[in-house]
């Protein structure tokens, strides 16, 4: 049988709409922070129903900008999730205070607000939560918590847009919540970011995301601007540039229909892999709307003999593209090693760690490729059962 073409994991989805805008704008003057990265906030904001937006060059800019606008630093410590992206945690070290670890819901895989209450201290300034493939974490629980301890509550939106929590928009409110636009998100510049939430941080925000400077550089080389500017804070390089919001903009347009298609494969994966018993699905709460970015299937090895690493391993040979989604933080070798982590500190995230894949999931792909990757599934997992020992 000749190797069928390969099925990538999750290749951006790219119009010719943003080709043209990104084209019309390198024909103008103005290719870094300008207009259109002016107008991408503003869109941005009103799509999401937010008070402000920032747009940064990564989701990563934006969760650290956050953390230093806040002023959170030596002697500090955040509590977040261990089932999440290293740069959640890694800004944290960045700013000078201590992650601290908790651990996650079984069916969700978001931030467990029982641990994270377990887990304040004096120390404790901030909460910062990851909407887990889509889905939004507890955020009554966690906004209560946040009150009572006085915490500050960041929220890691990389794969929350569009998302929803009891009827609101995830980014609709007054805290900072930051947003990914890297290549494989919901909605791609490439690379970008943006930070939503309350006008006046975000106004202190932009001017620690660039450099620490009192006025934009937009501004201040626009006709009638001023050559003066002055450094009020040691700040970042992390603003978005017109021709990435070139792409943003049209992004945005398409994401309602990105969202219908991606709901459309994601009814036809539970279906399928729910018939069977050797998978626990991943869940959808009643009152929240998930944005899908992941799909993230189980096995259960009480069904199965069949492992994780099989499973990536048989969609590798059949030329299938998958992922995992995520290596918990704490077997990480920075972590591990600074912190004196073992893999059962958190032994929610890690069990799940070991019986997790990805599948491909993204608007481009077709009725025929669904069914492909669901055939192979069920080919890799069909009942292995070890020989009865004599
Ligand atoms: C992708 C991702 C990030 C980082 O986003 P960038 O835009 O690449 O900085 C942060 N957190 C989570 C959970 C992610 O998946």
Redesign the pocket.
């Known amino acids: 049988m000749p190797a069928q073409e390969y099925l990538p994991f999750s290749p951006p989805c790219i119009g010719e709409d943003e080709i043209a805008e990104v084209t019309a704008t390198l024909r103008t003057d103005w290719i870094t922070t300008g207009p259109k990265t002016k107008q991408f906030e503003r869109e941005f904001a009103d799509y999401l129903d937010a008070p402000g937006a920032l747009a940064l060059n ?4 934006g ?1 650290h900008t956050a953390l230093a606008t806040l002023g959170i630093g030596p002697g500090d410590e955040v509590i977040t999730t261990p089932m ?2 290293a ?2 945690v890694n800004v944290i070290e960045q700013v000078g205070a201590r992650p601290v670890l908790a651990d996650v819901e079984p069916d969700t895989l978001n931030i467990d607000p029982a641990r994270v209450e377990a887990a304040v201290t004096p120390r404790t300034r901030a909460v910062i939560a ?1 909407h ?1 493939a889509g889905h939004p974490a507890e955020l009554d629980a966690l906004r209560a918590l946040a009150a009572r301890y006085s915490l500050a509550l960041i929220e ?1 939106a ?2 929350a847009i569009p998302a929803r929590y009891q009827g609101h928009t995830i980014g609709g409110g007054a805290n900072p919540v ?1 947003f ?3 290549a ?2 919901n909605l791609t510049t490439a ?3 943006m930070l939503t939430g309350d006008p006046d941080f975000l106004d202190r925000a932009r001017m620690i995301s660039l450099h620490g400077m009192s006025r934009d550089a937009w501004k201040r080389y626009d006709k009638g601007g001023s050559w003066r500017y002055e450094i009020v804070y040691p700040g970042f390089k992390y603003n978005m540039t017109d021709v990435q919001a070139a792409l943003g903009l049209w992004q945005l347009r398409r994401l309602a229909e990105f969202q219908q298609r991606r709901r459309a494969v994601i009814a036809r994966y539970q279906a399928a892999f729910g018939a069977h018993e050797e998978f626990q699905l991943p869940v959808e709460r009643a009152h929240v709307e998930h944005a899908w970015h992941l799909y993230v299937l189980r096995l259960r090895p009480e069904a199965t003999d069949v492992t994780r690493d099989d499973l990536m391993a048989g969609l590798a040979a059949r030329n299938i593209g998958a992922s995992v ?1 995520f290596i918990p933080i704490h077997l990480h070798p920075y972590y591990r090693d600074k912190y004196g982590y073992a893999p059962e500190d958190f032994p929610v995230a890690y069990d799940a760690f070991t019986r997790m894949i990805s599948l491909p999931l993204h608007p481009r792909l077709r009725e025929e490729d669904v069914e492909r990757v669901i055939d192979a599934v069920l080919d890799i997992t069909a009942p292995v059962r070890l020989p009865k020992a004599a």
Do not use: P
């Open positions: 990564s989701c990563t800019a969760l999440t992206f740069a959640t990851v887990y890691d990389a794969h930051a990914s636009f890297y494989t998100k690379e970008g970011g989604h």
